[in-house]
């Protein structure tokens, strides 16, 4: 079984910093795509980042230059830095990761519960 569990979120005036982290357990064999997303309160899930196993990044335009996605595939760990903090980013943000597991041959994806991260003063 793989289990996924977000950590990092928090409440954060506006301008501050936040670092999330995604960690993948269980019978791993490898992961792929690692992915992060958020929901704001009445709104879509929206993707925020990914990154591929080759370490290929990419960003919707909001978060560019401001938020940053990183992997440690040793530690089946995804990151997201995020830096400039608004109120808009205020979510829920949940982490998504590709990954193929022992006990269950195929390439599926795995999600976590989330973490609330709010933006406030």
């Known amino acids: 079984q793989v289990q996924v569990v977000e950590f990092g979120g928090g409440l954060v005036q506006p301008g501050g910093s936040l670092r999330l982290s995604c960690v993948a357990s269980?019978?791993?064999?490898?992961?792929?795509?690692m992915n992060w997303y958020r929901q704001a309160p009445g709104k879509q899930r929206e993707l925020v980042a990914s990154?591929?196993?080759?370490?290929?990044?990419n960003y919707t335009d909001s978060v560019k230059g401001r938020f940053t996605i990183s992997r440690d595939d040793a530690k089946s760990t995804t990151y997201l830095q995020m830096n400039g903090l608004k109120a808009e980013d205020t979510a829920l943000y949940s982490c998504?990761?590709?990954?193929?597991?022992?006990?269950?041959?195929?390439?599926?994806?795995?999600w976590g519960q989330g973490t609330q991260v709010t933006v406030s003063s």
């Open positions: 269980g019978d791993i064999y490898r992961t792929y795509d």
């Open positions: 990154i591929t196993r080759a370490g290929v990044e």
């Open positions: 998504k990761q590709q990954l193929w597991a022992r006990s269950k041959p195929g390439l599926f994806d795995y």
